[in-house]
Protein backbone atom coordinates (compact mmCIF):
# COMPACT_ATOMS: atom_id res chain seq x y z
CA UNK A 1 0.00 0.00 0.00
CA UNK A 2 1.21 3.22 -0.78
CA UNK A 3 2.22 5.77 2.26
CA UNK A 4 0.19 8.45 2.86
CA UNK A 5 2.79 11.31 3.36
CA UNK A 6 1.96 13.64 6.07
CA UNK A 7 0.23 16.60 5.71
CA UNK A 8 2.48 19.84 5.25
CA UNK A 9 1.04 22.63 7.78
CA UNK A 10 2.24 26.26 5.67
CA UNK A 11 3.58 28.85 8.66
CA UNK A 12 0.54 31.00 9.03
CA UNK A 13 1.46 34.78 8.05
CA UNK A 14 0.04 36.93 11.08
CA UNK A 15 0.98 39.81 9.49
CA UNK A 16 -2.03 39.27 6.66
CA UNK A 17 -4.40 38.38 9.78
CA UNK A 18 -3.87 42.10 11.35
CA UNK A 19 -6.94 44.04 11.00
CA UNK A 20 -4.81 46.48 9.18
CA UNK A 21 -8.26 48.63 8.29
CA UNK A 22 -9.07 48.72 11.70
CA UNK A 23 -5.84 50.20 12.47
CA UNK A 24 -5.83 52.30 10.01
CA UNK A 25 -9.00 53.65 11.07
CA UNK A 26 -8.75 53.87 14.69
CA UNK A 27 -5.31 55.49 15.04
CA UNK A 28 -6.42 59.05 14.67
CA UNK A 29 -8.52 58.42 17.91
CA UNK A 30 -5.84 57.03 19.41
CA UNK A 31 -4.13 60.00 18.68
CA UNK A 32 -6.15 62.44 20.10
CA UNK A 33 -6.88 60.05 23.11
CA UNK A 34 -3.14 60.28 23.67
CA UNK A 35 -2.90 64.41 23.18
CA UNK A 36 -5.92 64.32 25.54
CA UNK A 37 -4.29 62.40 28.32
CA UNK A 38 -0.96 64.38 27.39
CA UNK A 39 -2.76 67.55 28.02
CA UNK A 40 -5.29 66.92 30.51
CA UNK A 41 -5.63 69.75 32.62
CA UNK A 42 -5.94 72.08 29.45
CA UNK A 43 -8.02 69.58 28.04
CA UNK A 44 -10.31 69.97 31.51
CA UNK A 45 -10.40 73.17 31.54
CA UNK A 46 -11.83 73.37 27.85
CA UNK A 47 -15.01 71.33 28.76
CA UNK A 48 -15.58 73.03 32.20
CA UNK A 49 -15.37 76.47 30.11
CA UNK A 50 -17.51 74.92 27.29
CA UNK A 51 -20.06 74.24 30.56
CA UNK A 52 -20.24 77.36 31.01
CA UNK A 53 -21.16 78.83 27.40
CA UNK A 54 -24.27 80.66 26.29
CA UNK A 55 -26.56 77.24 25.24
CA UNK A 56 -28.52 80.09 22.49
CA UNK A 57 -25.49 80.27 20.36
CA UNK A 58 -24.72 76.67 20.67
CA UNK A 59 -28.31 76.20 19.12
CA UNK A 60 -27.17 78.55 16.45
CA UNK A 61 -24.05 76.59 15.66
CA UNK A 62 -26.21 73.64 14.97
CA UNK A 63 -28.63 75.20 12.80
CA UNK A 64 -25.37 76.10 10.66
CA UNK A 65 -23.68 72.72 10.83
CA UNK A 66 -26.97 71.76 9.22
CA UNK A 67 -26.81 74.37 6.53
CA UNK A 68 -23.58 73.09 5.68
CA UNK A 69 -24.94 69.76 4.42
CA UNK A 70 -27.52 71.79 1.86
CA UNK A 71 -24.62 73.28 0.48
CA UNK A 72 -22.45 70.48 -0.01
CA UNK A 73 -25.82 69.02 -1.56
CA UNK A 74 -25.79 72.00 -3.67
CA UNK A 75 -22.26 71.57 -4.54
CA UNK A 76 -23.08 67.74 -5.71
CA UNK A 77 -25.77 69.23 -7.90
CA UNK A 78 -24.00 71.80 -9.62
CA UNK A 79 -21.40 69.00 -10.81
CA UNK A 80 -23.60 66.75 -12.86
CA UNK A 81 -26.26 67.90 -15.61
CA UNK A 82 -28.91 65.75 -14.98
CA UNK A 83 -31.19 66.37 -11.72
CA UNK A 84 -30.86 64.50 -8.46
CA UNK A 85 -33.48 63.96 -6.29
CA UNK A 86 -33.26 66.43 -3.97
CA UNK A 87 -34.47 64.22 -0.54
CA UNK A 88 -32.57 60.98 -1.14
CA UNK A 89 -29.42 63.56 -2.15
CA UNK A 90 -29.47 65.44 1.06
CA UNK A 91 -29.57 62.19 2.66
CA UNK A 92 -26.85 60.94 1.21
CA UNK A 93 -24.29 63.66 2.20
CA UNK A 94 -25.95 63.67 5.63
CA UNK A 95 -24.51 59.95 5.43
CA UNK A 96 -21.53 60.73 3.35
CA UNK A 97 -20.77 63.11 6.51
CA UNK A 98 -20.23 60.21 8.86
CA UNK A 99 -18.55 57.91 6.56
CA UNK A 100 -16.01 60.40 5.84
CA UNK A 101 -14.54 59.73 9.79
CA UNK A 102 -14.03 56.11 8.54
CA UNK A 103 -11.47 56.46 5.73
CA UNK A 104 -8.83 58.96 5.14
CA UNK A 105 -8.74 61.84 2.87
CA UNK A 106 -12.43 62.18 2.25
CA UNK A 107 -12.72 58.75 0.63
CA UNK A 108 -15.78 57.45 2.41
CA UNK A 109 -17.61 60.83 2.02
CA UNK A 110 -16.69 60.23 -2.22
CA UNK A 111 -17.33 56.67 -1.79
CA UNK A 112 -20.55 57.29 -0.54
CA UNK A 113 -21.47 59.90 -3.33
CA UNK A 114 -20.13 57.69 -5.95
CA UNK A 115 -22.48 55.02 -5.16
CA UNK A 116 -25.47 57.57 -4.75
CA UNK A 117 -24.52 59.14 -8.43
CA UNK A 118 -24.14 55.59 -10.09
CA UNK A 119 -27.69 54.83 -8.41
CA UNK A 120 -28.94 57.59 -10.33
CA UNK A 121 -28.05 56.19 -13.62
CA UNK A 122 -24.85 58.43 -14.01
CA UNK A 123 -22.39 56.69 -15.46
CA UNK A 124 -18.84 55.54 -13.94
CA UNK A 125 -16.21 58.12 -15.96
CA UNK A 126 -18.77 61.16 -15.04
CA UNK A 127 -19.42 60.24 -11.76
CA UNK A 128 -15.78 60.03 -10.94
CA UNK A 129 -14.96 63.43 -12.96
CA UNK A 130 -17.99 65.18 -11.02
CA UNK A 131 -16.01 63.58 -7.83
CA UNK A 132 -13.26 65.45 -9.17
CA UNK A 133 -14.17 68.58 -9.99
CA UNK A 134 -16.31 69.05 -6.60
CA UNK A 135 -12.33 68.38 -5.06
CA UNK A 136 -11.49 70.96 -7.20
CA UNK A 137 -13.80 73.55 -6.77
CA UNK A 138 -14.43 72.94 -2.83
CA UNK A 139 -10.39 73.74 -2.56
CA UNK A 140 -10.60 77.16 -5.12
CA UNK A 141 -13.23 78.64 -3.18
CA UNK A 142 -11.69 77.71 0.76
CA UNK A 143 -8.50 79.43 -0.69
CA UNK A 144 -10.23 82.41 -2.69
CA UNK A 145 -12.15 83.28 0.77
CA UNK A 146 -8.78 82.79 2.85
CA UNK A 147 -6.76 84.73 0.06
CA UNK A 148 -9.60 87.14 0.17
CA UNK A 149 -9.82 87.75 3.71
CA UNK A 150 -6.09 88.16 4.70
CA UNK A 151 -5.73 90.69 1.94
CA UNK A 152 -8.68 92.42 4.00
CA UNK A 153 -7.17 91.81 7.29
CA UNK A 154 -3.05 91.22 6.62
CA UNK A 155 -2.69 91.79 10.70
CA UNK A 156 -4.89 88.55 11.16
CA UNK A 157 -2.33 85.56 10.97
CA UNK A 158 1.05 86.22 12.52
CA UNK A 159 2.85 83.23 10.59
CA UNK A 160 6.45 84.51 11.28
CA UNK A 161 6.03 83.71 14.90
CA UNK A 162 4.84 79.98 13.71
CA UNK A 163 7.18 79.11 10.64
CA UNK A 164 10.94 78.34 11.80
CA UNK A 165 13.63 80.63 10.65
CA UNK A 166 15.71 79.36 7.75
CA UNK A 167 14.92 77.88 4.40
CA UNK A 168 11.41 76.29 4.59
CA UNK A 169 10.26 77.70 2.03
CA UNK A 170 12.44 76.92 -0.73
CA UNK A 171 12.29 72.96 0.78
CA UNK A 172 8.63 73.13 0.94
CA UNK A 173 9.06 74.59 -3.37
CA UNK A 174 11.29 72.40 -3.93
CA UNK A 175 9.52 68.88 -2.84
CA UNK A 176 6.58 70.37 -4.52
CA UNK A 177 8.64 70.51 -7.55
CA UNK A 178 10.00 66.99 -7.29
CA UNK A 179 6.41 65.55 -6.59
CA UNK A 180 5.20 67.31 -10.10
CA UNK A 181 8.42 66.36 -12.04
CA UNK A 182 7.93 62.10 -10.20
CA UNK A 183 4.66 62.39 -11.65
CA UNK A 184 5.32 63.99 -15.15
CA UNK A 185 7.95 60.98 -15.31
CA UNK A 186 5.53 57.98 -14.45
CA UNK A 187 2.79 59.56 -16.89
CA UNK A 188 5.11 59.50 -19.90
CA UNK A 189 6.80 55.82 -19.13
CA UNK A 190 3.49 53.96 -18.76
CA UNK A 191 1.26 54.28 -21.85
CA UNK A 192 -1.91 52.28 -20.22
CA UNK A 193 -1.60 54.82 -17.41
CA UNK A 194 -1.67 58.31 -19.44
CA UNK A 195 -4.11 56.96 -21.92
CA UNK A 196 -6.09 56.81 -18.48
CA UNK A 197 -5.35 60.30 -17.36
CA UNK A 198 -5.69 61.71 -20.68
CA UNK A 199 -9.74 60.17 -20.99
CA UNK A 200 -10.46 61.37 -17.64
CA UNK A 201 -9.52 65.00 -17.89
CA UNK A 202 -11.09 64.67 -21.42
CA UNK A 203 -14.66 64.08 -19.72
CA UNK A 204 -13.92 65.98 -17.06
CA UNK A 205 -13.77 68.95 -19.18
CA UNK A 206 -16.32 67.96 -21.54
CA UNK A 207 -18.85 67.63 -18.45
CA UNK A 208 -17.14 71.25 -16.88
CA UNK A 209 -17.82 73.19 -20.04
CA UNK A 210 -21.55 71.21 -20.01
CA UNK A 211 -22.23 72.32 -16.46
CA UNK A 212 -21.31 76.58 -17.16
CA UNK A 213 -23.24 76.58 -20.02
CA UNK A 214 -26.41 76.28 -17.22
CA UNK A 215 -26.88 78.93 -14.80
CA UNK A 216 -28.68 77.24 -12.22
CA UNK A 217 -25.80 74.38 -12.45
CA UNK A 218 -23.19 77.19 -12.42
CA UNK A 219 -24.66 78.99 -9.43
CA UNK A 220 -25.10 75.33 -7.66
CA UNK A 221 -21.82 74.75 -8.08
CA UNK A 222 -19.82 77.59 -6.98
CA UNK A 223 -22.60 79.21 -4.31
CA UNK A 224 -22.51 75.81 -2.88
CA UNK A 225 -18.70 75.87 -2.88
CA UNK A 226 -18.40 79.73 -1.44
CA UNK A 227 -21.30 78.46 1.05
CA UNK A 228 -19.55 75.18 2.51
CA UNK A 229 -16.42 76.74 3.51
CA UNK A 230 -18.44 78.78 6.14
CA UNK A 231 -18.62 76.11 8.16
CA UNK A 232 -16.65 78.46 10.08
CA UNK A 233 -19.71 80.06 11.22
CA UNK A 234 -20.07 77.26 13.76
CA UNK A 235 -17.21 77.88 15.13
CA UNK A 236 -17.80 81.48 15.26
CA UNK A 237 -20.91 81.10 16.87
CA UNK A 238 -19.31 78.39 19.45
CA UNK A 239 -16.54 81.40 20.02
CA UNK A 240 -19.81 83.62 20.58
CA UNK A 241 -21.14 81.47 23.24
CA UNK A 242 -17.43 81.61 25.02
CA UNK A 243 -17.27 85.25 24.47
CA UNK A 244 -14.14 84.48 22.56
CA UNK A 245 -12.43 87.71 22.49
CA UNK A 246 -11.39 87.67 19.02
CA UNK A 247 -13.42 89.16 16.02
CA UNK A 248 -14.86 87.01 13.82
CA UNK A 249 -13.15 87.89 10.44
CA UNK A 250 -10.15 86.17 12.56
CA UNK A 251 -11.98 83.41 13.63
CA UNK A 252 -12.77 82.88 10.15
CA UNK A 253 -9.16 82.89 9.15
CA UNK A 254 -7.84 80.64 11.47
CA UNK A 255 -10.57 78.31 10.40
CA UNK A 256 -10.04 78.54 6.57
CA UNK A 257 -5.51 78.46 7.45
CA UNK A 258 -6.67 75.73 10.02
CA UNK A 259 -8.58 73.32 7.74
CA UNK A 260 -6.36 74.07 4.47
CA UNK A 261 -3.20 72.79 6.76
CA UNK A 262 -4.80 70.05 7.90
CA UNK A 263 -5.66 68.42 4.34
CA UNK A 264 -2.20 67.77 3.52
CA UNK A 265 -2.91 65.23 7.11
CA UNK A 266 -4.65 61.96 5.54
CA UNK A 267 -6.36 61.32 8.62
CA UNK A 268 -10.67 60.29 8.50
CA UNK A 269 -12.40 62.96 8.90
CA UNK A 270 -9.44 64.95 10.26
CA UNK A 271 -9.62 63.65 13.43
CA UNK A 272 -5.99 64.01 15.12
CA UNK A 273 -5.22 66.54 12.59
CA UNK A 274 -7.65 69.36 12.65
CA UNK A 275 -8.02 70.00 16.36
CA UNK A 276 -4.12 71.05 16.94
CA UNK A 277 -4.77 73.10 13.50
CA UNK A 278 -7.08 74.97 14.62
CA UNK A 279 -6.09 75.58 18.74
CA UNK A 280 -2.95 76.68 17.09
CA UNK A 281 -4.60 78.95 14.59
CA UNK A 282 -6.72 80.70 17.25
CA UNK A 283 -4.19 81.21 19.10
CA UNK A 284 -2.36 82.86 16.37
CA UNK A 285 -5.30 85.49 15.83
CA UNK A 286 -4.94 86.26 19.38
CA UNK A 287 -7.67 83.86 21.30
CA UNK A 288 -6.14 82.62 24.78
CA UNK A 289 -5.11 78.73 25.09
CA UNK A 290 -8.53 77.35 27.68
CA UNK A 291 -11.00 79.50 25.42
CA UNK A 292 -9.29 78.51 22.24
CA UNK A 293 -9.66 74.79 23.39
CA UNK A 294 -12.48 74.80 24.61
CA UNK A 295 -14.01 76.90 21.11
CA UNK A 296 -12.20 73.51 19.57
CA UNK A 297 -14.19 71.12 21.71
CA UNK A 298 -16.93 72.61 21.14
CA UNK A 299 -16.53 73.12 17.41
CA UNK A 300 -15.77 69.62 16.89
CA UNK A 301 -18.71 68.04 19.07
CA UNK A 302 -21.46 69.79 16.95
CA UNK A 303 -19.78 69.16 13.70
CA UNK A 304 -18.46 65.57 14.21
CA UNK A 305 -19.67 63.89 17.33
CA UNK A 306 -23.49 64.49 17.17
CA UNK A 307 -24.23 64.07 13.97
CA UNK A 308 -21.93 60.64 13.32
CA UNK A 309 -24.63 58.36 15.43
CA UNK A 310 -27.41 59.80 13.32
CA UNK A 311 -25.17 59.58 10.00
CA UNK A 312 -24.30 55.88 10.35
CA UNK A 313 -27.75 55.51 11.17
CA UNK A 314 -29.51 57.20 7.75
CA UNK A 315 -26.60 55.17 5.86
CA UNK A 316 -27.32 51.90 6.40
CA UNK A 317 -30.68 52.84 6.06
CA UNK A 318 -29.82 54.25 2.25
CA UNK A 319 -27.47 51.18 1.72
CA UNK A 320 -30.72 49.05 3.42
CA UNK A 321 -33.61 50.79 1.02
CA UNK A 322 -30.61 50.19 -2.22
CA UNK A 323 -30.27 53.91 -2.75
CA UNK A 324 -26.32 52.99 -2.11
Known sequence: MPETLPLQRHPVNRLRQLPVRRIVCFTPFVLVAVWAVGNWPLVASGVGRLGGADISWLLMGAVVTGLCWVAA?????????????????????????????LLPAGLGAHMVTLRFLRGCGIPLDR?????????LVEAVARSGLLLGLVLAFPDALRLDELLPPGSTV?????????????????LLSIPRLRRFVTGFLSTALTDARALHKRPAR?????????????????????????????????????????????????????????????????VTVGAPLVVATA???GFRFLTVWMPLLPGVAVLAALVRWRVL
Not at 74 to 96: K, M, N
Not at 170 to 183: E, K, N, R, S
Not at 254 to 275: H, T
Open 73 to 101: SCVRQGTVVERLPTGRLLASQFAAGAANH
Open 127 to 135: STAALALYS
Open 170 to 186: PTALLVAVAVIGMAVIV
Open 218 to 282: SLALWGGALAFPLLAGVLVCVALALELPVSWPYIVIAYLAASIAAGFIPAPGGIGSVEPALAVAL
Open 295 to 297: TVL
